[in-house]
Antibody, heavy 114, light 109 residues
């Protein structure tokens, strides 16, 4: 069955960096665009970034543009989110999602705190 | 950028009652690229409705979506105990940049 498993979350100081991974299985990963969506504690959903199936185009929310980089390795069926210059307001559960929106990972928590 | 506004913020209802949730867009949502999600505590969102009115696979028929342009509605015909959750609308248009509403919490009265 389809599985999306995020990893790489944790506690980081403001200004620090973190790389999230999302391991995909059970479907043809290389055929799907992929999103990152986040949810701050007790808050709603916020779209973060999107990458096309072949990595040819990438899109970012204004709140993360210039600080976050989405990428993928289709040979490893893995999606990434490199997060730099982290701020307290980046604290959230980060989900990877297929572009059909049908499949979501379980999320990984990123906490930015000193 | 399209802004989605959901109402009410909280809906207090009893099992068996009908729930009507609203999602209003700041500008027309192209080709009814409007989706609804359900989220329970500690879980990832689950897609319920896409294309404004099409149920996702496995979604019970008590869930229905309607609307077009700027006004959309999610209706739960008879609330089951497992339906008490937070619901989000989302537009996905022609751009891969998604936008979500702020959510409506359906709670037990």
């Amino acid at each position: 069955q389809v599985q999306l498993v995020e990893s790489g979350g944790g506690v980081v100081q403001p200004g620090g960096s973190l790389r999230l991974s999302c391991a995909a299985s059970g479907f043809t990963f290389s055929s799907y665009g992929m999103h990152w969506v986040r949810q701050a504690p007790g808050k709603g959903l916020e779209w973060v970034a999107f990458i096309r199936y072949d990595g040819s185009n990438k899109y970012y929310a204004d709140s993360v543009k210039g600080r976050f980089t989405i990428s993928r390795d289709n040979s490893k069926n893995t999606l990434y989110l490199q997060m730099n210059s982290l701020r307290a307001e980046d604290t959230a559960v980060y989900y990877c999602v297929t572009d059909t929106a049908i499949y979501w990972g379980q999320g990984t928590l990123v906490t930015v705190s000193s | 950028e399209i802004v989605l506004t959901q109402s009410p913020g909280t809906l207090s209802l009893s099992p068996g009652e009908r729930a009507t949730l609203s999602c209003r867009a700041s500008q027309s949502v192209s080709s009814s690229y409007l989706a609804w999600y359900q989220q329970k505590p500690g879980q990832a969102p689950r897609l319920l409705i896409y294309g404004a009115s099409s149920r996702a696979t496995g979604i019970p028929d008590r869930f229905s979506g309607s609307g077009s342009g700027t006004d959309f509605t999610l209706t739960i015909s008879r609330l089951e105990p497992e339906d008490f959750a937070v619901y989000y609308c989302q537009q996905y248009g022609s751009s891969p940049k998604w936008t979500f509403g702020q959510g409506t919490k359906v709670e037990i009265k």
